[in-house]
């Protein structure tokens, strides 16, 4: 079925900020944001189903997507203080945040420190403490381990820009983040193709993607940090995970419902890294039952 979209829109938050907007009732907003190196096109296929439950808003956070960096810093609590600022200017009514990995991170900060504003929860293939023992794929290991290296981050992520084609990027950060590449719809590929294309000549690009690719290492060896922020939570929360995600083993997922048996989870056997976009369907059925059970 084609992706019918609302326009882009633009909210100055120090710069701007760009997002799209589906109608709903006026007494929720879902909060949707996407990780590292992603945009608010991770979202596309279950916000006109959200939109059901009330208003949906997906935004591009400042240095990805098609929101340029404008001198605004990238890391987690620099984005995290860009949502507070969107939540304020654009929501309504119950506001349930909805991340997808780094996204998730920003989710919990947000309602670690800001739990009067955020009714829900929804961590999607969610950045959660580490269990020992357990790790993600070698080849994301590898590539986190140059990021955090002073002049051999910079030299990979340049040349990844610069060698590789939009289409070649797209395709290859699918096949590490979907079990089946193939279960995505060619016209959101071509759109995510367009969007990469257009970044090619951010200058700030490749310094917004390493400068939150740092924090989300740092704030991983913080684990005092990470267990107040996640014992801070006061709103219902839902775990949405792929059993196959090469990011952040389910195991990560499964200790923390462990940990906080009042969460709802849901661990999708046959999914890998993004399930909103592998099977939108059974994500979205699990958001509206949890949704009239925990939250409306």
């Given at each position: 079925m084609p992706l019918d979209l609302p326009d882009v829109r633009t909210v100055d938050l120090d710069g701007p900020v760009r997002y799209r907007a589906w109608d709903g009732p006026e007494e929720?907003?879902?909060v949707l944001i996407h990780g590292l190196g992603g945009s608010h096109l991770n979202w596309i296929q279950v916000a006109p189903g959200l939109c059901g439950l009330g208003r949906v808003l997906a935004l591009d956070l400042p240095g990805f997507g098609s929101s340029p960096r404008a001198g605004r810093g990238s890391g987690l609590m620099d984005e995290r203080r860009t949502l507070a600022r969107f939540v304020r200017e654009l929501a309504t009514g119950h506001v349930v945040v909805c991340g997808n990995s780094m996204g998730g991170a920003i989710g919990i900060l947000e309602a670690a420190v800001e739990p009067e504003v955020v009714s829900g929860l929804v961590l999607t293939s969610s950045v959660l403490p580490w269990v020992r023992g357990r790790y993600p794929h070698p080849f994301v290991v590898g590539a986190f381990t140059l990021y955090d290296t002073a002049g051999a981050g910079e030299r990979l992520v340049r040349t990844r820009m610069q060698r590789m084609s939009p289409e070649q990027a797209v395709r290859l950060g699918y096949r590490m983040a979907t079990?089946?590449?193939r279960s995505i719809p060619e016209e959101l590929i071509q759109l995510n193709v367009d969007l990469v294309r257009s970044r090619q000549g951010d200058p700030d690009a490749p310094a917004a993607f390493l400068d939150a690719a740092r924090s989300l290492l740092r704030l991983g060896k913080r684990h005092d940090v990470v267990a107040r922020a996640v014992g801070g939570i006061r709103c219902p929360v839902l775990v949405l995970h792929g059993r196959r995600d090469r990011f952040v083993p389910a195991a990560f997922a499964e200790?923390?419902?462990?940990?906080?048996?009042?969460?709802?989870?849901r661990i999708f056997p046959d999914l890998g890294h993004a399930p909103q976009m592998e099977a939108p369907g059974r994500w979205l059925a699990e958001v509206a039952d949890w949704y009239a059970e925990r939250v409306a």
């Open positions: 929720a907003t879902f079990v089946d590449p200790a923390a419902l462990r940990e906080h048996p009042n969460w709802r989870g």
